[in-house]
């Protein structure tokens, strides 16, 4: 690995760790490792839980998006491009407005998997009939399926404004709530092994770069992988939007920069690094969102987009020149 | 042996019907007004598009049989719009020529394999092996793709129509370095295309299909001399 790209690991992790310090109530160096004090109990039992969560969402956005811009050969692909998630905000904001199931419960999130699992089963049935040569026919489809979606939750949103409480409002615009350390290791457990295999899933998604009738004579089916990431994903998806709602603009955006940063020689190189990156991009987001305007927290998707949207643009214009 | 034979052959969407056999070895040129289904039929020798009577068979084994490892042993596949990640490197396009051996799990080689460096300077890509595809010229690109293609070293090349956006001279080098890989590696080649000069200079073996089916199966210097090569392309 060359020392550009050391330099991009120890810089991504060191801001991970060094964004533990921020917040609303700083830290004692003191009494950083003394149970029972307040530095303690603020550092160990809520913001390393909370880092915890960043870092994986931010990770498997970043990673997603990659993996989706080159499944379907567009760059503008992102983790949210093919409805699945707003499957996952309609069921639970439809629930807490019809049914007045509280977000972040269990059976909220049932909602959502409900739903996602309807649009991904008519995702992966549209991609079968699609066949190779109309790969983005399944992105349109997707498109116009999470315009229909969204329509709907505007619709709900609409005519029962009033007994939706501020819970879905606010996760509707991307939301990181304070989760409990059991809480973060069950998603750890769904997640790695989802992102472990999707990572698995890069040589022949290097193979369908090519397009999929040389994925085909270099050993590998297209629609097969197709199918399989699709449902993956899709999974992935829907265990961190019923947490966090929809954060845009990692995924769009975070393999891009790393593209033009690294020049990742394969998707797998391009997974890894989209991880750390969009890992460390969520996480200084989040603590930015958290300690400008204290006590309010700022929705994190748009501090994402403030300071992720110049400095995207300033690296595409030092590309350009 | 023969590396491609199709029995009363007929293709999705496609009226033709196609018969013929052709030599393992052979640098074949397949012939045919546009849109006669010669894309269709290179597509369906990898599998993409279903066969929908008759039979096809690559090395006497019909295509349905050939498992996606086995046809990555075989075939080598250039399409006419070749798809490519614009950022990826010539070098790293080389690499993924090694994707069949080496699977889901086995590292592809190094940069810097002799495979790989002797075939990038037998294809005079040896100072572009660090630039993005999409900084190339369209025919410096095409060179990669053969490259590529031939670095799989396939039993049989597929290309359909190559040369298609390039300027006389890159057609005139493509095709000459597409000929030495054919003379030291031996594979059968398939091409479509609409170069006849080339045909008449590179080819061993001519495949011209037309409205009805195939027209001439045979080799190339007899075609020449026939009028086929004239009336081939003429309408009704």
Request: glycine share 10%.
């Amino acid at each position: 690995m060359s020392y550009k790209r050391w330099l991009w690991v120890l810089g991504s992790l060191s801001l991970i760790v060094l964004c533990l310090s921020l917040g609303a109530e700083p830290i004692k160096a003191s009494e950083m490792f003394l149970k029972g004090s307040a530095s303690y109990r603020i550092l160990w039992e809520l913001r390393l839980p909370r880092l915890l969560f960043v870092v994986l969402v931010g990770g498997a956005l970043a990673q997603l998006g990659g993996t989706y811009q080159i499944l379907f050969r567009n760059p503008l692909a992102e983790p949210y491009i093919l409805g699945v998630s707003s499957a996952v905000v309609l069921g639970v904001v439809a629930g807490e407005a019809l049914f007045h199931v509280p977000v972040l419960s269990t059976a909220s999130a049932g909602l959502g998997f409900l739903c996602a699992g309807l649009a991904t089963t008519l995702l992966v049935f549209i991609s079968l009939h699609a066949g190779s040569r109309q790969v983005e026919r399944i992105v349109l489809f997707g498109m116009g399926l999470n315009f229909v979606l969204s329509s709907i939750l505007f619709l709900i949103l609409s005519f029962y404004n009033q007994h939706i409480g501020g819970g879905s409002l606010r996760w509707l615009f991307g939301h990181v709530p304070w989760i409990s350390f059991s809480g973060v290791a069950v998603l750890y457990a769904l997640c790695l092994p989802l992102l472990g295999i999707l990572y698995v899933l890069g040589r022949p998604l290097d193979a369908i770069s090519l397009g999929d009738g040389v994925a085909r004579t270099l050993g590998f089916s297209p629609n097969r992988q197709r199918i399989w990431i699709l449902i993956l994903s899709s999974v992935l998806l829907c265990a961190l939007v019923t947490y966090t709602g929809a954060i845009g603009f990692v995924g769009l955006v975070v393999p891009h920069a790393v593209r033009l940063a690294l020049r990742p020689s394969g998707s797998r190189t391009l997974f890894a690094f989209s991880f750390l990156l969009g890992a460390a991009f969520l996480v200084v987001s989040d603590s930015l969102s958290r300690i400008l305007l204290p006590p309010f927290e700022l929705p994190i998707g748009i501090v994402t987009t403030l300071i992720g949207g110049p400095a995207f643009l300033l690296l595409l214009w030092r590309r350009v020149q | 042996m023969n590396f491609f034979q199709a029995e009363k052959l007929r293709l999705a969407h496609l009226g033709l019907e196609i018969t013929a056999a052709l030599p393992e070895g052979q640098f074949v040129a397949l012939l045919g007004p546009n849109g006669i289904g010669k894309t269709t039929l290179l597509r369906t020798l990898i599998g993409e598009e279903k066969i929908r009577e008759g039979e096809l068979r690559l090395f006497e084994r019909p295509i349905f049989e050939i498992s996606p490892q086995e046809l990555s042993t075989t075939v080598a596949y250039v399409p006419q719009d070749h798809e490519y990640p614009m950022h990826l490197r010539v070098v790293d396009l080389l690499r993924y020529a090694f994707l069949p051996s080496t699977g889901w799990f086995r590292p592809l080689p190094p940069e810097d394999d002799p495979r790989i460096l002797r075939i990038a300077e037998g294809f005079e890509l040896s100072g572009l092996c660090g630039r993005a595809l999409g900084n190339l010229s369209t025919g410096e690109r095409q060179r990669a793709f053969l490259a590529r293609a031939c670095l799989q070293t396939p039993k049989c090349l597929l290309l359909d129509e190559p040369t298609n956006h390039l300027d006389p001279g890159g057609v005139k080098r493509f095709w000459t370095l597409l000929r030495e890989a054919h003379a030291q590696a031996h594979f059968s080649v398939l091409m479509s295309t609409h170069e006849l000069s080339m045909v008449r200079e590179y080819c061993d073996w001519v495949l011209a299909i037309g409205s009805a089916g195939v027209v001439y199966c045979g080799k190339a210097a007899e075609f020449f001399q026939s009028p086929l090569s004239e009336t081939l392309y003429s309408k009704g």
